[in-house]
């Protein structure tokens, strides 16, 4: 059937059909179409949605979506044609029986997941359908592969090309600000791609950007790596994985991360760049992704073995989760923490030795130091200097100032310090709630807001000192992270005595 189209400016992958036509043409709500743009020779599928009232017998709205692809002009006529039901549906449908996915039949779900086939709830059907049946190694390994093959990749004649990656969770994680320069300043390729935050106060590429531009594209980033030594962009800018991209972001409102797939998208994005030397943080404890020491080594084991069948060596670093990274979260307030590390300041242990840590592992995997001075060599790299001399580099190779320095940070100037309820000793934080002020403040699209954790577990604290300064660029925000810390009291304090077993019997 030729219709007469129209072009609505909506990112979903739906063409709109009156009733009488999808009558004509034999499709249902929920069918899909095949739209053919004849002149030009493009064709999309799409799926169908059926009104009998916005528009008139003889008109098709399609999705700028669809016209991504299709490229026609709005009023231009093009053919309908009623389009069978993708065969991935029937892999899907497997996989919610229990089922084992082939390679190809994993091929073919991803495929039609990246050209948009398969609609938003049938991509849902098949997350949901691996978060509960699970994804043996075999069917994790054809995802990654599958993920890969999905989009581009970076390619480079020298090896080795190390990468580092965090499973996340912690609050103040900036580690890669550190790690990416001292690898690259010991003479290897690190292309490291970055997420910004989803529900996190800061993503990497949020830290990064207030340095310096994070979104290249594929051959940029391969270009600027072999000049710097290493980068630190915004994946999502890429496309890289997009496979990926597609099930995080379907994930998300469910807020599900099926163990395979996390398992594919770490390493797929690590094999797409290149990467044949991977380190991986996994941190552990309260608040975190893994909840304890067992199964991190269980998530290690895992991550060790999807390497080796990928040609990827991985070692792990299980690490202390239970309380932030350094004491600052926040864009500014992190970015200037580090900063001031690589200029030769004294800065937080847990920040140091968790960066030197893991910098001195690719060390060690890659030869450039013997097996257990890796971390002295890291921090002789930062001590010298070397490390903030290669993050000058990679921040002017991506557009910013490299003579930018920590004071040069601005943090908001709406300020607020939580005092101490009593004396005592911090006994615990809470992530999450620091991670929710945080982002109540305005963080990270006020790169100013954020907090400043004056205390940790195990620290004295005496009554009405600061135990947590909150920083905002905005007075309202501030307010209501001042309510959101007054209602969740993410520092608690104890005195040493936490109870008396019987308690005392007052005399009247």
Partial sequence: MILSSSIVDIATVIVLLHADDARQIGVREGDRVTILNTPKGTSVRAPVAITKTLITPGQVTISSGVNKRLQIEDGESV????SPRPQSIEFIRKKMDGGKLTREETAQIVEDMTKEVLSPSEITAYITAAYINGLDMNEV??????????????????????????IGGVPGNKITLLVVPVIAAAGLLIPKTSSRAITGAGGTADLMEALAPVTFTVQEIQQMTLKAGGVIVWGGATNIAPADDMIITYEYPLKI?????????????KMAVGSDTCVIDIPVGPGTKVSDEAEGRVLASELIELGRRLGIR???????????VGRNIGVNLEVAEALRILEGESGPNSLMQKSAALAGMALEMTGKTAYG??????MDLIRSGKALAKMRDII???????????SDLVFGSNVFDVPAPNDGYVVSVKNRDLIN??????????????LHLHKKPGEAVKKGEPILTIYAERGWRLQRAIEEARVSMPVVVEGMLLDRVP?????A
């Fill in 79 to 82: 053919e309908i044609r009623a």
């Fill in 437 to 450: 002020i945080a982002r109540t403040a305005g963080s990270p699209a006020d790169h100013g807001a954020g």
């Fill in 503 to 507: 308690p005392i019997r007052r005399v």
């Fill in 314 to 324: 991985v070692e792990c670093a299980i690490t202390y989760g239970g309380a932030p």
């Fill in 257 to 269: 991360d099926a163990r395979g797939q996390m398992l594919a998208s770490i390493m797929a994005k």
């Fill in 141 to 166: 390994e054809h995802l990654t592969r599958e993920m890969v093959a999905s989009g581009d990749r970076l390619t480079f004649n020298t090896r080795p090309i190390v990468d580092k990656h965090s």
């Fill in 396 to 406: 002017e190779v991506q557009g910013g100032d490299p003579k930018i320095k920590s």
């Fill in 373 to 378: 001075y890796g971390a002295e060599a890291a």
